[in-house]
């Protein structure tokens, strides 16, 4: 993965000059004065950490599994938000831990745990290095040194449940690598959001990660059945059934926990056949309200696609349906509607029944499969676009469907009051009975200092989303960013709950100290 930008950097590529006049002309975007530093020249504070401590996380998994040189610091100092992004390309490197360290099974991860517990070591579990909520940068406050505890050696398929259709996995397995080992069984979790070239099966879990075939397949927090979580405290072996009524269910308090109530080491997942057959398409309806009336009246009462997505106008407009055609859009607001495994003839007949009544014209499968091959290189994109001088993120909220119009327009105000006139477009993603997610992109020229421009942004989208009643997260995460929101939303005394679980798998606050809670 690129230390400063977003995956291979074969495939990184510069914006066709047609579309850099279209970003001056329309947002007053400039090339930046400054260039993106190199990564040999990122500043980063001295490690913190004494010979002798590194000693004892060295004697605890291995000599050549805790490094401590300067790529490995920089490598791991950051997620991939945007604000992340710009402090790296700055030369930022003010939040990288002292070691990394990689353990090579659950034993080990609970002896580093213990180990850190008693010398005061914040400890930082790391993935994919996917998370966009500032998740991966630990405060440093009070303790001896922070650690980066990558689980990349921990990537084994464990079991396979053909019966019970369910597979054991090791937490650091990128999720191509899952879909690979599947595969030869005949089996897929189904799982593929946009980080999915990257991102870990651990990660997915930590961070309740949605995939874009998340209305065939669910959320990944639907597929884990079971889990294994080292602690300081002691491990927690979590989920003996499908379903229990033996109290509440503890396995919600490690989902969505981003490691700061213990490290997962150990998934327990439920898997599907693979699917015989694949067919996306496009389809475009007159407007956003009357498309997402057409995704209500799919998800309540069927048939529902196993991936369905709407672009709103300004979305459509632009095509960033399409990063691969970017610039290129149409009028109206593009549907994407895909269908996997069995009767898929059938059910893309009854949909498009639906559709039609709500005034969607077919488009045939051109912009369904042109979807499909770039589901993943809208990060380049961005990638692209910062270097161009633009400054542009993505955020996420989902809310009922009776509170989404008010929802999207609390968001998109909000957005336009802080930032002036940048370009904000919205799809919907994830469909659920009672409700559904939105998706936010905003592109706007950089200020003399984008991480604040963004930061200003973020904070008046936040409280637009609390006000408005929606989420701060549908699943992106809580992580540093949406701390403050978060705890708005749960209220004190939910608040107080969390903390009282924190305060018992973690006494010493060393677990990804100032995530989450």
Not at 29 to 41: D, F, I, T, Y
Not at 252 to 279: C, D, H, M, N, Y
Request: glycine share 12%; charged share 20%; proline share 6%.
């Amino acid at each position: 993965m690129l230390w400063s930008g977003w995956g291979d950097p074969a495939k990184a590529r510069e914006l066709p000059e047609q579309v850099r006049r279209l970003l001056h002309d329309l947002l007053g975007v400039r090339a930046p004065a400054v260039p993106a530093a190199g990564l040999e020249s990122v500043r980063m504070p001295p490690a913190a950490l004494e010979p002798r401590l590194l000693d004892a996380l060295a004697g605890l998994v291995g000599d050549g599994h805790v490094l401590t040189t300067h790529e490995a610091r920089v490598r791991h100092a950051r997620g991939k938000s945007t604000p992340d992004l710009l402090r790296m390309r700055a030369g930022d490197g003010a939040g990288a831990p002292d070691a990394v360290v990689l353990p090579g099974g659950h034993h080990e991860v609970a002896q580093v745990l213990r180990l850190c517990a008693a010398e005061r070591i914040a400890v930082v579990p790391f993935g994919g290095g996917t998370s966009v909520v500032g998740g991966l940068t630990a405060a440093r406050d009070g303790f001896a040194g922070v650690i980066s505890l990558d689980l990349g050696r921990m990537d084994r398929l464990v079991e396979v449940d053909a019966e019970s259709m369910t597979a054991v996995f090791e937490p650091g397995v990128p999720a191509p690598e899952a879909e690979r080992l599947l595969a030869a069984h005949g089996l897929t979790l189904g799982h593929f959001p946009q980080s999915f070239e990257y991102a870990t099966l651990g990660g997915f879990a930590a961070a309740r990660s949605s995939g874009q075939a998340s209305a065939g397949y669910g959320r990944f927090d639907d597929m884990v059945t079971g889990l294994t979580v080292a602690t300081p405290e002691g491990d927690l072996d979590l989920g003996r059934a499908p379903k229990s009524a033996a109290g509440p269910d503890l396995r919600q308090l490690v989902l969505g926990s981003e490691g700061a109530f213990g490290v997962i080491t150990s998934l327990r997942l439920r898997v599907r056949r693979a699917p015989a057959e694949k067919v996306y398409e496009g389809w475009r309806l007159p407007g956003f309200a009357a498309g997402t009336a057409a995704l209500r009246a799919l998800a309540q009462d069927g048939p529902l696609p196993t991936v369905l997505r709407l672009s709103d106008e300004t979305e459509t407009m632009i095509g960033l349906a399409r990063p691969d055609r970017i610039g290129g859009g149409e009028a109206g607001c593009l549907v994407i509607a895909g269908y996997e495994g069995a009767s898929v003839s059938a059910r893309r007949e009854a949909a498009a029944a639906v559709l039609s009544g709500h005034g969607g014209v077919p488009l045939g499968e051109e912009p369904g499969q042109g979807w499909a091959h770039g589901r993943f290189s809208a990060p380049y994109l961005r990638d692209s676009l910062l270097a161009a001088g633009a400054t542009v993120e993505t955020l996420e909220t989902a809310g009922f469907w009776a509170d989404l119009p008010r929802l999207y327009d609390a968001v998109r105000l909000a957005l336009l009051g802080a930032l002036g006139s940048p370009l904000v477009m919205c799809h919907i993603s994830h469909v659920y009975e009672t409700g559904a997610s939105l998706y936010f992109t905003v592109v706007t020229a950089q200020e003399d200092d984008p991480v604040a421009q963004w930061e200003r942004a973020k904070e008046a989208a936040n409280t637009a989303i609390v006000e408005a009643g929606g989420t701060i997260s549908h699943h992106h995460g809580v992580g540093r960013d949406h701390r403050a929101a978060y705890a708005a939303e749960i209220g004190p005394l939910g608040v107080a709950i969390l903390r009282a679980v924190k305060d018992r798998v973690d006494p010493r606050g060393v677990l990804n100290p100032g995530a989450l809670v």
